[in-house]
């Protein structure tokens, strides 16, 4: 079987500076992957690696097996890479509404009609209503997305992913930042999507709590290189992984 | 609802915002009847060829981001397609339909080229850029004097059904008689309707939308899919187009075109403050601004006429309200409106019905 998603000798240096570094790895159809690592281990430019928004000094991306390296973000985004990003990346000025109708609109492909009334696309604005159901911002709705505060944001950001239902999703630390009480709505939305079995799904995850359960498989990224893959409790138990991440959050 | 469709469902969503519409509008539709004189048909006329290219700079830069500085350029190729068309073909539509249709084509090839290969770089570049082009346009509409007539510019005669000449009737209606004047304002105030009319449609389409994501954040559009360069590019083409048909209108209005009536970067400014004072990135400010502007540039200095001679026994402000100095209070009146409302007249409105909701 063909991986969802495969990364070969992904490498990206700025100046001297290697913040990839030859990293391969296969992601297999349906599975949920944790990629964890100490700040600063290149998760993230990792991650822009794979969606686009960076591109490889050298190394290759594949997509269902298929080449997709020399793609732009937009079109490694319609071809099925999707990606919520760590950092919140919304539209502040539009409504929550609007934030994650542009999602639904990107995947049904109408970004170009210029004739038709937007608040006539019933069947758009009834996904996007679903979408915002599930993570619980319905009351919010027309509220511009800077005016929420920084957990609904973060949960935008989720649910604007949601909206795009891309075949692998790529999630940079989805709860970062959140409140106790509302990491568990994010938690059940990633439950529920691995559930399915048809979605790939990428995690970058700091509490270890979580990449236990979720978690079918956990790379380790450490200085930009792959350094542990496996099964969850073998890695989190391997010496590297005790040494290279998890002694500095016991040193904390 | 047909008003809710004819707006494409971008009501004004603002008591005051609607009532000051219908007054701008029932304002130009009873302009040659409630104010007789040339004048006042002239402003009004300026009103409208001035709401089509507010709102078609709106398009880009308050629906789109993008800050062009060639707006005036494509303003000039629809004034001096007509015109030019309209000098050496005589006075028919087919020179109306020749001369708007080439300085369409122009205009749309021109913001394309310039679209395609400049929307890439930071909008700080884009805008310098499109500075250049601009004014080597008008340089070049200046040099190019045997088609253009250089700095004189060009006086031509228009299709005979709207020239002064013609006449609907003997006898004058409500003592205004229907003469060409007439019939041309007419269909001015209704091919303004009509335009504005399309660029709400535009901007409230999944299109325009998509346009107001890549204002808000270009990064995360391009994440979801949407190629950001394309979605700029149609906007400048379209916006471009907009601003050459209200270029036509000047041209057809005045029955003259020349390089300050539509080239001059004076007007540039001018559209960029119409549209900061009325409201970016909603249409409806490009409509208020432009009216607001337009008036006061036209009529402050008669109301500081009356002002002056009033206060004639008090010197000092006898000699600041003198109507020289209009353009002292149009400068106040500007700074103080971006600093009161800088979210334009139409945002803060909006934001007033907003609050009492």
């Not at chain 1, 099964?231 to 959050?249: D, R």
């Amino acid at each position: 079987m063909t991986s969802a998603l495969e990364t070969q000798d992904l490498t990206i240096r700025f100046g001297g500076h290697v913040a990839v570094d030859a990293v391969s790895c296969a992601f297999a159809p349906g599975t949920l992957t944790a990629i964890v690592g100490p700040n600063g281990a290149g998760k993230t430019t990792y991650f822009n690696l794979i969606s686009g928004q960076l591109r490889a000094t050298a190394g290759r991306v594949l997509l269902h097996g298929e080449d997709i390296s020399g793609c732009s973000a937009p079109q490694r985004s319609r071809r099925g890479i999707g990606r919520a990003f760590q950092l919140t990346n919304l539209f502040p000025n539009l409504t929550v509404l609007e934030n994650i109708r542009l999602a639904v609109q990107s995947r049904a492909g109408v970004g170009l009609n210029l004739w038709s009334v937007w608040s006539n696309h019933r069947e758009l604005t009834g996904r996007a209503e679903e979408v915002l159901e599930t993570v619980a911002l319905t009351a919010k709705r027309d509220l511009a997305a800077a005016a929420l505060p920084h957990g609904d944001q973060r949960k935008l950001e989720v649910a604007i992913l949601m909206a795009l239902e891309p075949d692998v999703f790529m999630f940079d630390e989805p709860t970062a930042g959140m409140s106790v009480d509302e990491v568990p709505v994010i938690l059940d939305l990633i439950r529920s999507l691995k559930a399915r079995r048809d979605k790939t799904i990428l995690l970058v995850e700091h509490k270890m709590d979580v990449v236990r359960e979720l978690a079918d498989r956990i790379i380790v990224l450490h200085n930009g290189a792959l350094v542990a893959d496996g099964e969850p409790a073998a890695v989190i138990a391997s010496p590297i992984v005790q040494e290279a991440y998890l002694g500095i959050e016991v040193a904390k | 609802m047909i008003l809710r469709r004819l707006l494409s469902g971008d009501l004004p969503r603002s008591r005051v915002l609607a009532l000051i519409l219908l007054a701008i509008l029932a304002g130009l539709l009873l302009t040659p009847f409630a104010f007789p004189g040339a004048k006042a048909l002239n402003v009004a006329a300026k009103v409208c060829v001035f709401i089509v290219l507010v709102s078609s700079f709106d398009l880009l830069l308050g629906y789109t981001g993008i800050v062009s500085f060639a707006h005036t350029m494509f303003f000039g190729i629809g004034a001096y397609g007509v015109a030019i068309a309209l000098n050496r073909m005589g006075p028919t539509w087919t020179a109306v339909a020749v001369g708007a249709g080439s300085a369409l084509l122009l205009s749309l090839a021109l913001s394309l080229v310039i679209g395609l290969f400049s929307l890439r770089v930071k909008a700080m570049f884009y805008a310098m850029i499109t500075l250049a082009v601009a004014t080597a346009f008008q340089t070049f509409a200046s040099q190019l004097s045997e088609f253009t007539g250089g700095e004189d510019g060009l006086t031509f005669k228009v299709p005979e059904l709207l020239s002064p000449g013609f006449s609907l009737s003997e006898h004058p209606f409500l003592g205004v008689s229907l003469d060409g004047r007439l019939i041309a304002f007419y269909l001015l105030v209704a091919t303004t309707l009509v335009l504005f009319l399309l660029m709400l449609r535009i901007v409230n389409s999944p299109f325009g939308r998509v346009l107001q994501a890549i204002r808000e954040n270009a990064f995360r559009a391009e994440a979801l899919g949407y190629r950001t360069v394309v979605y700029r590019t149609y906007s400048n083409v379209l916006s471009a187009g907009f601003a050459t048909l209200a270029g036509a209108l000047l041209a057809l209005w005045l029955r003259y075109n020349g390089p300050d009536t539509s080239l001059s970067f004076e007007i540039m400014i001018d559209i960029l403050l119409m549209v900061v004072i009325g409201g970016m990135g909603t249409l409806y400010g490009s409509v208020v601004g432009a009216t607001l502007f337009i008036l006061v540039q036209n009529y402050l200095q008669d109301l500081m006429k009356l002002a002056s001679e009033g206060m004639a026994k008090v010197p000092l402000v006898r000699d600041l309200l003198h109507p020289d100095r209009w353009l002292l209070w149009l400068g106040i009146l500007f700074v103080l409106s971006v600093y009161r409302f800088p979210t334009g007249i139409v945002g803060k409105l909006r934001a007033k019905s907003r609050a009492k909701a």
